[in-house]
């Protein structure tokens, strides 16, 4: 068989060909994949950085962690304080709880009511679903600033919502709502209904209706026919978009500094608050390592719900 | 076949009633907006007659145009790079699956759509002060910066959108460009980069608005004199409502429901063609 | 004789040699060594999963051989990517480029290779009439028929005058009737441009009708390389001729040789059995032997068949042209046997139930190794 191989240029030839086309290929992943550790893999490392570092009042407001002292020797210095004053300090401890009620309670709504309406359009006649759908998604692409500013003119004492309850006669008083908790869950309810509904829909609407046809076939109910049917095939829906309600929520800062009051204390806000008012940044940056960490399992629940509906989708194709 | 069509729509008239509800909800705060920009009174929720005069107001407001202008400008380049970016990843994603990197780059293209954007913006920053004490660069915070720190976040959705249209490509397009003697630079460009063309259109308008909208990352990574659309929104807004932002709340939703219907029937369009072909 | 040992030295248009492909750690290709003769129209014929398609995707270099050369006229292109290869192919999903014309996808390949503009047209133009879509020039993919997609899909693949057309499913989209068009027409079409094709079917009957060759192939492997009618008439494998046609198989022991007879004591067929067989072969060895049900027939009286046996009808499955019988043997063996259906309406002259006498010929069957 040697004799049908090409000269020894040949082969060198071909080499060449192929290291020009994984040449291509290294290009193609390597220039999003290094804008992506530079820019966000690498700055997870200085927030641990600066979250072990000494507060100072300075420019930059922190101390390095390697100093020369005054006997000119060098050492360095790793602080966990910020880490120890944050588990003391109740105002921290019970922002994390704040955060997680604020983002469980928001989830909930936005389940409560985005599934009937994620149901409903999967089930509308073909040619109204891609329309429907717009309609959720069209507010999304408006800005979110600007929506939120929209609640402060309904919820307000003197707003919209109580001139319209003063004037049908409902209440006598104007309502409080406004920088309350309440209007917080209203507020992250409208802002993120959105990312409930669109994976809720790309479960239900790959749901074949043969399946409910097939358990009324053999005497279920349509309550059962949902219980045992429906419900436990969109499972990978709900967690998916419950996900991606939680986890942006739990350091959302616009909507409890717009519509919150003191009571609704938010990991987001402080954070803020930290860096921006009290210029601590060493303190603000050990909150954003403790919600990253909090934060780690709700995303990898989420990687893994994702990618199982796209392994469904694949065998649907 | 229609029969049970309608037997199953008439079997749930709450579940209608509960879209129309929902769809309420999601539309009467940005009503509310549009109604009260064109109130004559400076107090939001007191109707004092119809007035245009807000608007009037808002074009006379240099310090908010020119945040526009700004915010414009940045959001352009920012999705401008974010969608080369993300096509990619996309690709990497997609037709690589298997080289080195494409694993990671999966989850760090996932972890940003969810990632609280007060952690971004922090983050950022602290990478751009070190940067620029180790590398001398950036030099200042500013235009450069926010544009950076959106491309970063934009161009994870950019790689969603670009991703699903390609996942849904049929690879064998390509390998039959390669076998009509194509080499595979011109294979992307003459095959691949005009079947996904609406997908890129989609990612940069996605970014385009994330991009603008983006109060938090901003205000973390920019600088003296670089001041974004929703950063002025943002202090006005802090102080109460203001019929100006009203205005301007109404000039953007009037852009953006004429920039989706007409990539809507766009898309539409394209879709009827896709399924005659099926 | 000269000719033919001129031709024996004569290099084959494509040849394989021991060619494997692995994915994970199962081999789709199993160590292959085939040769191809030009103008031809092969067939790589198996079920799903057999690793024709990977067979097919190496030869237009879509996939790297794990082990093994190609070689095409000649020259390795084991490792020259497909857009250097001298070889076409034709897509299962038709994979027309939905933003060109007709035209435009046609012309694709011609203009890869930089023909100018007067030429690439006239090229295009013999290519549309060629396949008999002269007036879908200016046509989007999505406005076409299947059919007319399969052509323009053929039409692409002709364009550049390949030495080889590789067809992967030509047919498998289309409908029944216009399968069976199309394959009369992809015959002709082969045998007026004198290109070789290389054709993946996993449906026999299309392999049968259309090839000069075929390859069967079976779990990465090739089982026999035949032209139709010896591959159908003298199966070497129980696999062979079990997937091309029906056959009956009665396993036994050789018990004697004389001439041209093998005599095979079968247990399954309640004796022993006659095959004409002219190899030597070796006395108690396991055997089996095939016989076809069309090549059964009803024994009638003063009629001399060395094969004869008795049995019950259990089934009968009526087709329109013909009926199969399945008969019981007292050994509990069921035999299959074919009966054309001359006579429209007639009363069936066999029912469930009725014992018959079936018989066939010495040379009507043949052995396979067990």
Redesign the interface.
């Known amino acids: 068989?040697t004799g049908?191989?090409?000269g020894a240029g040949a082969l060198a030839g071909?080499r060449a060909?192929?290291r020009r086309?994984t040449v291509g290929r290294w290009l193609v992943t390597g220039i999003p994949w290094l804008w992506l550790v530079i820019f966000f893999c690498l700055p997870f490392l200085f927030i641990l950085k600066i979250s072990l570092s000494e507060p100072a009042l300075a420019q930059p407001p922190y101390l390095n962690w390697i100093r020369e002292t005054a006997d000119g020797l060098v050492s360095i210095v790793v602080n966990f304080g910020n880490y120890g004053l944050l588990w003391d300090d109740s105002l921290y401890v019970s922002a994390l709880f704040g955060s997680l009620q604020v983002a469980a309670i928001s989830t909930l709504l936005c389940l409560l009511i985005g599934y009937p309406m994620a149901y409903a359009i999967a089930r509308a006649p073909t040619h109204l679903r891609m329309p429907l759908l717009m309609l959720v998604i069209l507010p999304f692409w408006t800005s979110f600033l600007i929506r939120i500013y929209a609640w402060m003119g309904i919820l307000n004492t003197n707003g919209i919502l109580n001139n319209f309850l003063l004037w049908l006669g409902v209440i006598e008083q104007p309502l409080e709502i406004m920088h309350t908790s309440l209007a917080v869950y209203i507020g992250v309810t409208y802002a993120y209904l959105p990312f409930m509904i669109l994976p809720l829909y790309a479960t239900l609407s790959r749901l074949d209706p043969v399946l409910l046809e097939a358990a009324a076939d053999l005497g279920a109910r349509p309550a059962k026919q949902f219980l045992t049917i429906t419900w436990p095939q969109s499972v990978p829906g709900v967690i998916a978009g419950a996900m991606l309600v939680f986890i942006p929520v739990m350091g959302e800062f616009v909507i409890p500094d717009l519509l919150g009051g003191p009571d609704s204390l938010m990991l987001g806000k402080l954070m803020w608050t930290e860096f921006f008012n009290n210029r601590d940044w060493p303190v603000a940056s050990a909150l954003a390592a403790v919600l990253l960490v909090v934060l780690i399992i709700p995303f990898l629940l989420l990687r893994h719900y994702e990618s199982r509906a796209e392994a469904n989708g694949e065998e649907a194709a | 076949m229609s029969a049970i069509k309608q037997h199953r729509r008439a079997g749930f008239p709450w579940l209608w009633t509960a879209l129309a509800f929902g769809y309420v909800f999601l539309y009467a705060p940005i009503l509310s907006l549009i109604v009260y920009s064109f109130n004559e009174s400076r107090l939001v929720t007191v109707w004092a007659g119809f007035s245009t005069r807000w608007y009037g107001e808002l074009m006379q407001n240099e310090q908010l145009l020119s945040a526009a202008w700004l915010s414009i400008k940045v959001a352009a380049v920012a999705a401008t790079i974010a969608v080369v970016l993300g096509t990619l990843a996309a690709m990497t994603l997609v037709r690589f699956r298997r080289q080195w990197g494409a694993r990671s780059m999966g989850i760090m293209v996932a972890a940003p759509l969810v990632m609280p954007e007060i952690i971004l913006g922090l983050s950022l920053l602290l990478l751009f002060m070190s940067m620029a004490d180790l590398i001398g660069w950036p030099a200042s915070r500013g235009q450069g910066t926010i544009i950076m720190a959106h491309v970063t976040f934009c161009m994870a959705y950019v790689t969603v959108v670009v991703q699903s249209r390609l996942a849904y490509m049929?690879a064998?397009?390509e390998?039959?460009?390669?076998?009509?003697?194509?080499?595979p630079l011109?294979v992307f460009f003459?095959?691949t980069l005009?079947?996904i063309a609406p997908s890129l259109v989609a990612g940069w308008l996605l970014a385009f608005t994330l991009s603008m909208d983006d109060l938090v990352v901003a205000s973390f990574v920019s600088g003296p004199g670089a001041t974004t659309l929703p950063m002025v929104v943002y202090s006005s807004v802090r102080l109460g409502v203001s019929p100006q932002i009203n205005a301007l709340a109404t000039i953007i939703i009037a852009v953006v429901v004429v920039a989706v219907s007409v990539a809507g029937y766009l898309m539409y369009r394209q879709d009827k063609?896709?399924t005659?072909?099926q | 004789m000269n000719n033919v040992v001129a031709n024996a030295e004569q290099e084959p248009l494509v040849?394989i040699?021991n060619l494997s492909k692995v994915f994970g750690s199962t081999y789709a290709v199993d160590n292959i060594s085939l040769d191809i003769e030009e103008k031809g129209f092969f067939s790589l014929l198996g079920s799903s999963g057999c690793g024709k398609t990977t067979l097919l995707r190496m030869l237009?270099?879509?996939e790297t051989p794990t082990e093994g050369?190609i070689?095409i006229d000649?020259?390795?292109v084991t490792?020259?990517?497909?857009?250097?290869r001298q070889?076409?192919?034709m897509?299962?999903?038709y994979?027309l480029?939905?933003?060109m014309t007709v035209a435009d996808n046609i012309a694709?390949?011609l203009k890869?290779?930089r023909m100018a503009r007067p030429g690439r047209d006239e090229r295009v133009r013999e290519m549309l009439s060629l396949v008999q879509i002269e007036k879908l020039g200016h046509r989007?993919?999505?406005?076409l028929s299947g059919g007319q997609r399969q052509r323009v899909a053929l039409a692409?693949?002709l364009a550049?005058l390949p030495k080889i057309l590789l067809l992967d499913e030509p047919l498998g989209a289309l409908d029944r009737k216009l399968r069976e068009q199309t394959q009369f027409e992809l015959v002709n079409l082969q045998e007026r441009l004198g290109i070789t094709f290389i054709v993946v079917t996993h449906d026999q009957e299309e392999a049968m009708t259309m090839s000069s060759r075929i390859a069967l192939m079976r779990e990465g492997r090739i089982e026999q390389v035949d032209s139709p009618q010896r591959m159908y008439e003298f199966p070497q494998s129980r696999y062979a001729a079990n997937f091309i046609g029906n056959v009956n198989l009665f396993d036994g022991v050789v018990t004697s040789q004389s001439g041209d007879q093998v005599l095979v004591d079968s247990e399954e067929a309640g004796g022993q059995l006659c095959v004409r067989h002219s190899q030597p072969m070796t006395v108690g060895m396991p055997i089996t032997v095939a016989v076809r049900p069309e090549k059964i027939r009803m024994v009638q009286a003063g009629d001399d068949l060395p094969n004869q046996m008795q049995g019950v009808i259990r089934e009968i499955a009526y087709l329109g042209d013909e009926s199969i019988y399945h008969v019981e043997l007292a050994s509990g063996k069921r035999v299959k046997y074919t009966q054309p259906n001359v006579q429209a309406l007639a009363e069936l002259p066999l029912t469930w139930g009725q014992t018959i006498a079936l018989g066939w010929h010495a040379d009507r069957c043949g052995l396979l190794a067990q």
């Open positions: 068989m049908y191989g090409g071909l060909r192929w086309l | 049929d064998s397009l390998e039959a460009a390669m076998d009509l003697g194509a080499r011109k003459t095959i005009p079947v063609q896709r005659n072909m | 040849r040699r237009a270099g879509f050369r070689f000649g020259k390795d490792d020259l990517p497909p857009y250097e070889v076409n192919m897509f299962q999903s994979a480029f939905p933003h694709y390949g890869q290779e989007k993919p999505h406005q692409r693949a550049k």
